[in-house]
């Protein structure tokens, strides 16, 4: 837990650092190059239990990051929070873990947050990896939609001592339609499970406002950036677009990668085949490869081959749950795509 003061006010944030043979690391190893992952709306950096327990990407080190209200982080969320105040909130994070430039993983909102990032510091992002990107502008449809998931969670909370479990669930449901199109496998189950404590608490009814500045204000009070500000970004893009993701067709990535592409920037596009908006999860072994491979092709000096086993700062949580090892599944090529 780090405490800190950024540009909108006092937060207590939690945060998970991994090394290649350490987990829950007090500090990195600055021999290896660090990978800082940027989670969505919802839910907290749990979501990464699928990166965190690949060998692979293990053989860098890994950084979690608990947005305000989200997790275990605290602090509160003023009116006017967007990602340009995300993203000062992630660089002092990084700061305050005096974390050195940083390989940045961003999912969905955390995506927006990141190329935020890399506009405001440009010398703290050796890359960027961005899995489901926000498009330029919310659409219409997916604004009512995330406007609807709000209402249903502030209608399950006007009871302070007894939740409205039918508007909980619609809730939930919503948001699992969004970010996993209605699946529900044991580990997205697990994940609800391990979400909803702290959401209970974060998204009380005193703090609905803060709640929907987040999940509804964030994506639609947004504009694109300009190219003038997109060329201050001095690192590779890769952005991930999620073959089944039913909130934003690909052609919303592709209009995003021509923008960057026209600022001068060094950008591609991939695309994994039958992933949900949240892929990361679902169609992992895909992904970390993609991750894994940008940050190789970023790193000037070998970095030592993967362990054969390493065990997630989360395992523990989700084996509690009943939840088991994250099952191993082809990351043949096959399944992802340049655009």
């Keep these: 837990m780090e405490n800190g003061h950024t540009c909108v006010g006092e937060i207590s944030t939690q945060g998970w650092s991994d090394t ?45 990051y608990d947005a305000r209200i989200h997790g275990k982080t605290k602090g509160d969320v003023p009116p006017g929070f967007r990602r340009a105040e995300a993203a000062e909130d992630v660089y002092h994070f990084m700061k305050a873990l005096s974390l050195p430039p940083c390989h940045v993983v961003g999912l969905s909102m955390g995506a927006c ?25 919310e659409p219409a449809d ?16 006007q009871d302070a001592d007894s939740p409205d479990e039918d508007a909980l669930l619609d809730a939930v449901c919503g948001a699992l339609q969004l970010g996993f ?3 529900q496998t044991k580990l997205i189950q697990t994940m609800i ?11 009380s009814r005193d703090r609905l406002e ?42 919303y990535a592709q209009e995003l990668h021509d923008r960057i592409q026209g600022a001068g920037l060094d950008v591609r596009l991939l695309a994994v085949k039958d992933a949900p908006h949240f892929g990361s999860v679902t169609h992992s072994a895909e992904i970390n490869k993609i991750i894994h491979d940008s940050v190789i092709e970023g790193t000037k000096y070998p970095v030592p081959p993967a362990l054969a086993e390493v065990v997630s700062p989360f395992e523990e949580d989700f084996a509690a749950m009943g939840c088991p090892a994250v099952a191993d599944s082809d990351d043949s090529d096959d399944d992802i795509f340049a655009i």
């Design 193 to 203: 499970q391990l979400t909803l404590p702290d959401a209970l608490r974060n998204w």
């Design 113 to 137: 947050v990141s190329l935020q990032l890399a506009v405001a510091h440009p010398d703290e992002v050796l890359s960027l990896s961005m899995v489901s990107p926000l498009p330029l502008e």
């Design 142 to 157: 997916v604004a009512e939609g995330r406007t609807e998931i709000y209402e249903c969670w502030a209608e399950s909370q």
């Design 181 to 183: 199109n209605g699946q």
């Design 20 to 64: 290649r043979r350490h987990t829950s690391a007090s500090r990195i190893d600055p021999s290896l190059p660090t990978i800082l992952f940027l989670h969505p709306v919802y839910v907290s950096q749990h979501i990464f239990h699928p990166q965190f327990c690949d060998p692979k990407l293990r053989r860098f080190n890994l950084v979690g």
């Design 210 to 251: 803060m709640f929907h500045t987040v999940s509804v204000k964030f994506f639609c009070d947004r504009q694109p950036h300009p190219p003038a500000l997109l060329q201050r970004i001095k690192c590779p893009l890769t952005l991930i677009h999620c073959g089944a993701d039913i909130a934003y067709p690909i052609e």
